[in-house]
């Protein structure tokens, strides 16, 4: 199984800060790696696809990058609904794996 | 719009089994797959496996394989999920999300609200 490793765990943030979530795989794999938001009692939500590919309705300061093992989710100016949960997850082998999730606090 | 709306929270006894559906609307139900996700309380998530509901091909994650079934029906546009033997440790909120019809490459891009499963002895 790919393993997904998430950092950091939890982050405090301000609004308008430019925050950076990283992902990174036991293995080597392909760009089939999503983004998630999940806000307490919600199920998650896509943001990103694929690597890098912004979900439709999904705001701009979102962007995903990365590939190989390395992938990073970037938040470009925080706003007050941002607070939340993200996780990333593989498509790229069987089983599908998640990152444990980082949570994104307001500082 | 693209809904899937599951059934209500269930509890069950330890070795006893549960059936959760999801039933989808606003897109054709045979153009996509179903994974379903479970998140135990206060932890993270946990691909529970896949089915194309095209022609009713599965996948499932080996650590559950023999204790879950996956199904779809197409004439109501429902997938359901069957998990059996329960043990405490599969109480979660059980979410189902549109896929892909292949089992890789895809992405969740719509949910369903989450069932609730609480298993007690």
């Known amino acids: 199984d790919i393993q997904m490793t998430q950092s950091p765990s939890s982050l405090s943030a301000s609004v308008g800060d430019r925050v950076t979530i990283t992902c990174r795989a036991s293995?080597?794999?392909?760009?089939?790696l999503n983004w998630y938001q999940q806000k307490p009692g919600k199920a998650p939500k896509l943001l990103i696809y694929a690597a890098s590919n912004l979900q439709s309705g999904v705001p701009s300061r979102f962007s995903g990058s990365g590939s190989g093992t390395d992938f990073t989710l970037t938040i470009s100016s925080l706003q007050p609904e941002d607070f939340a949960i993200y996780y990333c997850?593989?498509?790229?082998?069987?089983?599908?794996?998640f990152g444990q999730g980082t949570k994104l606090e307001i500082k | 719009q693209v809904q899937l709306v599951q059934s209500g929270p269930e509890v069950k006894k330890t070795w006893a089994s549960v059936k959760v559906s999801c039933k989808a609307s606003?897109?054709?139900?045979?153009?996509?797959?179903v994974s379903w996700v479970r998140q135990a309380p206060g932890q993270g998530l946990e691909w529970m496996g896949w089915i194309n509901a095209y022609n009713g091909h599965t996948n499932y994650p080996l650590k559950l394989q023999g204790r879950v079934t996956m199904t779809a029906d197409t004439s109501t546009s429902t997938a359901y999920l069957e998990l059996r033997s329960l043990r405490s440790d599969d109480t979660a909120v059980y979410y189902c999300a549109r896929d892909s019809r292949s089992p890789l490459a895809g992405y969740f891009d719509y949910w369903g609200q989450g069932t609730l499963v609480t298993v007690t002895s």
């Open positions: 293995q080597r794999m392909t760009n089939y």
């Open positions: 606003g897109y054709t139900f045979t153009n996509y797959g």
């Open positions: 997850q593989q498509s790229d082998s069987i089983p599908s794996t």
